[in-house]
């Protein structure tokens, strides 16, 4: 299971995401979806590693 913790991230002065918390089972399936400068981009490097949130934390099983 995947699970956003209370992530928050910002561009200066603009909130992306404040104190988001999502929870991914096993075998849900999921979509992101938004317009253009939304964070669909940034969310997946959150969850991949490749970029670090301001607060909160990701959770995700090995392998």
Not at 17 to 43: C, P, Q, Y
């Amino acid at each position: 299971m995947l699970n956003i913790l209370n992530v928050t991230v910002n561009f200066g002065n603009k909130f992306l995401f404040d104190n988001v918390s999502i929870a991914v089972g096993e075998n849900d399936r999921i979509g992101l979806i938004g317009r253009n400068g939304t964070g669909k981009s940034t969310m997946l490097k959150i969850i991949y590693g490749l970029e670090t949130p301001e607060s909160g934390k990701i959770n995700m099983p090995n392998g």
